[in-house]
């Protein structure tokens, strides 16, 4: 896939708008470690509440079904943003084959799960929705250089996943899965809010737990290692588990 534009500025800026964590050097010290059985990783990578909202749905609407919407035109979007509160923007117009490159990453997930996603074309019918902007904003909110999110629309009506164009084509499909992650009930495995943290509540370091190990990390895996291009064992599982009641 040679459609995505290559550079690095980007993920600089990421590194330091994520990185606010506030938690002291002791918090590590309650984090699963690493080499933890395969239980700890997911329950460290399962974010509850956001797991038992598609279990509850699911099972209201007894569907097996998750739909999705790509904006493939522009539209322009207001967001509430978990870290930085808020972002607006303009949405890309998508072209055919990198739509089709879309749904391709999506159903190889789908292969995995007991859940199918099913693409629609009616937006409003939609769980959620897939959107890429190319970092420019009406506005010049700083959060535009991340590289993803997930968030509510500010109306509180719709679920977007929301792609920054800029990025190389590894980072792109890693972040993609990352926020796909999210939009499906998992959550960073330095997050502590929760109580199971695993390898270190650090966003970067040594100790902490690598995107080789989970995409769900900011981490990149060490050079002796395969950068990942779809979810790892543990993701996996933790995905597996959260949809295992349709099975
Ligand atoms: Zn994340």
């Given at each position: 896939m040679g459609i995505l534009m290559r550079t690095s500025i980007i993920l600089i800026f990421t590194q330091i708008i994520i990185s606010s964590s506030m938690?002291?050097?002791?918090?590590?010290?309650?984090?699963?470690?690493?080499?933890?059985?395969?239980e700890k990783w997911i329950e460290a990578l399962i974010e509850e509440d956001w797991a038992?909202?598609?279990?509850?749905?699911?099972?209201?609407?007894?569907?097996?079904e998750i739909w999705y919407f790509i904006q493939t035109t522009e539209?322009?979007?207001?967001t509430e943003e978990e870290v930085m509160e808020y972002a607006q923007f303009q949405s890309m117009s998508l072209e055919s084959d990198f739509v089709e490159w879309l749904d391709e990453k999506i159903s190889a997930l789908d292969k995995e799960l007991a859940?199918?996603?099913?693409?629609?074309?009616?937006?409003?019918?939609?769980?959620f929705i897939i959107a890429v902007h190319d970092g420019t904003n009406p506005d010049n909110y700083v959060n535009l250089t991340m590289t993803g999110y997930v968030s509510e629309t500010a109306d509180g009506?719709?679920?977007?996943?929301?792609?920054?164009?800029?990025?190389?084509?590894?980072?792109?499909?890693?972040?993609?899965?990352h926020e796909l992650?999210?939009?499906?009930?998992?959550?960073?495995?330095?997050?502590?809010?929760?109580?199971?943290?695993?390898?270190?509540?650090?966003?970067?370091?040594?100790?902490?737990?690598?995107?080789?190990?989970?995409?769900?990390a900011y981490q990149d895996p060490p050079d002796d290692w395969p950068y990942p291009d779809f979810y790892t064992e543990n993701d996996l599982l933790a995905l597996k588990r959260i949809f295992e009641f349709l099975e």
């Open positions: 938690l002291s050097a002791s918090d590590q010290d309650e984090c699963f470690d690493l080499n933890s059985s395969v038992e909202d598609w279990i509850s749905y699911l099972k209201e609407e007894d569907e097996d539209a322009f979007f207001e859940v199918d996603f099913v693409r629609t074309d009616e937006r409003s019918d939609s769980d009506e719709e679920y977007v996943l929301v792609m920054n164009w800029n990025l190389d084509d590894d980072s792109f499909l890693t972040t993609f899965y992650g999210h939009v499906l009930g998992l959550e960073h495995p330095f997050a502590s809010d929760d109580d199971d943290c695993i390898g270190s509540t650090e966003e970067y370091g040594d100790e902490t737990a690598h995107k080789g190990l989970t995409l769900m």
